[in-house]
């Protein structure tokens, strides 16, 4: 079953999650794919207690890069695991421009996160230059490299890669599905390089950037991905249920 992510970004709060919440589950076909909602830190808990049972997983956005301590305003990994968390997106180019983060510190997140039992989301893609470029394929070896050194073959069971081309988040525009089945060879062959060929088969790489209703079908068709990851489109319960319907299963 492919697996739907919704990534809220800074959007809802409490109230408002508590009513997208109670709309999209009386409304969503649970049994069209695996269904994880990632959600700004102050939902967590709400959407812990409305969802529990439901057989859709939470996620949270982000978790600081150090167990505990002197640091204000940040939120650990075993914080997210109490509020609920599931799962934590890692490595959002969001964070890695507007905050940013480096390699070394996502993987000082992914390694937390997965310590406190969080699996993981972890984003990578390249910019718009590197496109132009043509160097999509050494961005993404090496955003893969740093942020999984020192990780064992066995916790990529709990890592999703998420293939996030920057220049196609929220900006409307995709990849051409050739383009994006040529980032996910990429992927599993630096996987392939660096632990084996069982593990590049086994771990799971979905798609995000501008996935919407129109185009979720047809890239949903790529075999080789295991799912999507929806920002804008999933603000919506309804418009969010009908895209969870119109993707291939
Ligand atoms: P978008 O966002 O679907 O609005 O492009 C995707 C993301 O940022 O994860």
Redesign the pocket.
Known sequence: MKKIIG?F?MNKTNSEIKEYIMNFVSKVDKSRAEIILCLPSTALSTAKYLLDGSGIAIGAENLCDEEGGKNTGEVSGEMLKDCGAEYVIIG???RRVKYRENNRSINKKIKIALKNRIKVIF?IGESLAEKNLMKTAEVLKTQLEDALKGLYENELENIVI?Y?PVW????GKIPMNKDIEDAVKTIRKVIADDFSNKAAEKIEVVY?????NKNCGSISKIKSINGL?????CLDPINFCQLIRDTKA
């Open positions: 990534n970004k959002h180019s969001e984003c998420a996030e196609a988040i929220g900006t995000g950037g501008s996935v919407d990851l929806v920002g804008g489109a």
